[in-house]
T-cell receptor, first 116, second 113 residues
Framework: GAVVSQHPSRVICKSGTSVKIECRSL??????MFWYRQFPKKSLMLMAT?????????EQGVEKDKFLINHASLTLSTLTVTSAHPEDSSFYIC????????????FGQGTRLTVV | SQKIEQNSEALNIQEGKTATLTCNYT??????LQWYRQDPGRGPVFLLL?????KEKRKERLKVTFDTTLKQSLFHITASQPADSATYLC????????????FGTGTLLAVQP
């Protein structure tokens, strides 16, 4: 299967700082990437859909100014958590689809963010 | 909005038995229903996809059924092994231009040796 690499896998930052998470599709071109957030023992909550070369589409209740998404190329999408607070601590996961063909999604390994 | 419910309790079974996990949805019938496996601290890994016009799909020891009348999918693991212990997620997609997936709550499966 296709490989999606997410970096970093773990990050600890101080309140008020910003953190950038990268999601790369290594062996295919991802026209669409998705960002999820997952709380302990909970399911994945879709935050936003990222399309290459256009603005991301955010789900209801997700602050777009708080969670900045950039999809500058067909192999890279980034999520920046701005002015992070402890309540932003969570497990963030990206996924990528190939040409949005409604087939399986390929997920990154996730990023554990801890804001102290 | 679509609600997806899976076995809320953890499922404990003995090695060699068949594990059956349930996924129920409440609203529209999805174009696609998928099952993923997630290990602690890792991203989900795709297992099987079934389309709305399909009743059953198999892959090695895995079997998925899809009943659009009952609005339910069943996921079976036959001859279960301790290595099958993980959280299993079902996910629904309406189809269309994007592959937007809505995930269920997940079921934690523990296979005892």
């Amino acid at each position: 299967g296709a490989v999606v690499s997410q970096h970093p896998s773990r990050v600890i930052c101080k309140s008020g700082t910003s953190v950038k998470i990268e999601c790369r599709s290594l062996d295919f071109q991802a026209t669409t990437m998705f960002w999820y957030r997952q709380f302990p023992k909970k399911s994945l909550m879709l935050m936003a859909t990222s399309n290459e070369g256009s603005k991301a589409t955010y789900e209801q209740g997700v602050e777009k100014d708080k969670f900045l998404i950039n999809h500058a190329s067909l192999t890279l999408s980034t999520l920046t958590v701005t002015s992070a607070h402890p309540e932003d601590s969570s497990f963030y996961i990206c996924s990528a689809s190939w040409q949005a063909l409604n087939t399986e999604a390929f997920f990154g390994q996730g990023t554990r963010l801890t804001v102290v | 909005s679509q609600k997806i419910e899976q076995n809320s309790e953890a499922l404990n079974i003995q090695e060699g038995k068949t594990a059956t996990l349930t996924c129920n949805y409440t609203n529209y019938s999805p174009a696609y229903l998928q099952w993923y496996r997630q290990d602690p601290g890792r991203g989900p890994v795709f297992l099987l996809l079934i389309r709305e016009n399909e009743k059953e799909k198999r892959k090695e020891r895995l079997k998925v059924t899809f009943d659009t009348t009952l609005k339910q999918s069943l996921f079976h693991i036959t001859a279960s092994q301790p290595a099958d212990s993980a959280t299993y997620l079902c996910a629904l997609s309406r189809g269309g231009a994007t592959n937007k997936l809505i995930f269920g709550t997940g079921t934690l499966l523990a296979v005892q040796p």
